[in-house]
């Protein structure tokens, strides 16, 4: 068995640590933080968590739960944030996780070894020093590193990240202001939901360069991802076309609010999930403008020649793939852009593996648990991967098939259909795999 790493103990790290323990491999998990949870660990200390304090799930429990550890059967559909941190500490604590986990003891470098040296990782740690390792698993995430849109001009108002957004007093006093929220994915919203409430005062102005189909949470009563599913026996262009004909039955089109038209069709590109912000649009609270093509002081000047003055700038602009404990010589994901195998494994490093690096529709958590299946099969021999040359080529195939229709944006590049990837994980390429273990045993 080989004596495996793995950073970070968000969702994929401790969904990875997880399958570690059933599987019997050797490991440790460094965490940087005190907590569990990543992203769902709201206020964590090593600021990688992006939670507000009114954020409640997007996806509903019914979607998001681990197939072997469901959510508890009194959690509304879409639970609070606190709620999930409680499920993912709960998850921890019944498959004995945290003792693997070394806390506060964050990867500060990670070296891959010559053949000549012995192979394997050296990595440097926060508290205990040089260590090494025969494989690593990165899993520290992909929604930290806060990407800030860039125009021409300065804002001479105050300016902050989703990333850093709290609630209407923290970290900025959010009251009787002109605030722009510019984009417009599902933080965007929630945000200027939040800020655009009357009893604010304020005057919110939402600032989309691309615009977004914008889906309901709830249809008939129910959460409205219950309705959402693919198959792998027809062919996606074919179910696109299908859920393109249907979108009016949702009432997703922006232009309904007053918002700009989208430059794609629907599902070329993420939707938003909201039930209130076409409300706040169409209540007068919010105004909606196309992009910024120009900053002059605290004027704001838009594409339609139109501009405003504003005291704040929130940037909902999304996220950097970021891997500071890597030489960016060695792996660094430019553009968001990052070759992985099923997007897993790097072509070429028979010693490393990333966990959770794709934006899953419509659901994280089983996405994470079938990728992790996988990578504990290869560990312990189950599961080969096929030769280089053919790991070029299906990642060719699968951004194709993935990615090849939607809005060429770093937003897109990990994007992925769960419910294809997961049949195709389980159905096709771990037999694969273990045929391929086999023949290499012989």
Wanted: proline share 7%; net charge negative.
């Amino acid at each position: 068995m080989p004596r495996v790493a793995v950073i970070g103990a968000g969702i994929s790290g401790l969904t990875m640590s997880k399958m570690l323990v059933d599987y019997g491999i050797e490991f440790a998990t460094f965490e940087s933080s005190d907590r569990v949870g990543g992203n769902w660990a709201f206020g964590n200390p090593n600021g990688h968590s992006s939670a507000y304090r009114s954020l409640h799930i997007d996806t509903s429990k019914h979607q998001l739960s681990f197939k072997d550890f469901p959510m508890p059967d009194d959690y509304p559909d879409f639970p609070h944030h606190t709620q999930i941190k409680d499920y993912l500490d709960a998850y921890a604590d019944a498959f004995d996780v945290r003792r693997h986990i070394e806390f506060e003891n964050g990867v500060v470098s990670a070296r891959r070894l010559d053949a000549a040296d012995g192979g394997g990782w050296e990595l440097d740690t926060q508290r205990t020093g040089t260590r090494r390792f025969d494989v690593l698993l990165v899993a520290n995430g992909h929604h930290w590193d806060p990407r800030t849109a860039e125009f021409p001009g300065e804002f001479t108002g105050e300016t902050i990240h989703s990333h850093a957004y709290i609630d209407p007093w923290t970290p900025l006093h959010l009251m009787d202001k002109r605030i722009l929220v510019i984009g417009i994915g599902n933080s965007a919203a929630d945000i200027t939901v939040e800020l655009s409430q009357k009893a604010m005062r304020n005057q919110v102005t939402l600032s989309t360069r691309s615009s977004a189909w914008i889906v309901p949470k709830l249809m008939y009563g129910k959460a409205a991802d219950m309705n959402f599913r693919t198959t792998p026996h027809l062919p996606l262009s074919w179910q696109r076309k299908a859920m393109q004909m249907g979108q009016v039955m949702t009432a997703s089109d922006p232009t309904l609010y007053g918002l700009p038209k989208p430059n794609h069709k629907f599902f070329e590109a993420h939707p938003t999930q909201s039930g209130e912000l076409p409300l706040r649009l169409k209540s007068g609270d919010v105004t909606p403008k196309g992009d910024v093509v120009r900053l002059d002081g605290e004027t704001v000047h838009f594409e339609d020649g139109t501009s405003a003055d504003f005291d704040v700038i929130i940037y909902a602009t999304g996220y950097n793939i970021t891997f500071p404990f890597f030489d960016p010589d060695l792996i660094s994901a430019p553009d968001n852009d990052i070759r992985l195998y099923k997007r897993v494994f790097k072509p070429g490093m028979d010693d490393l593996a990333f966990v959770g690096f794709a934006q899953a529709t419509p659901t994280l958590f089983p996405f994470v648990e079938c990728q992790t299946r996988m990578i504990a099969a290869w560990l312990v021999g189950r599961y080969a991967p096929p030769s280089i040359a053919e790991m070029e080529r299906v990642i060719d195939e699968d951004t194709q098939r993935y990615t090849g229709h939607m809005v060429q944006r770093p937003r897109h590049t990990q994007q992925l259909d769960y419910f294809i990837y997961e049949h195709d994980i389980r159905v096709k390429e771990i037999p694969a795999g273990m045929v391929r273990a086999d023949s290499a045993a012989r």
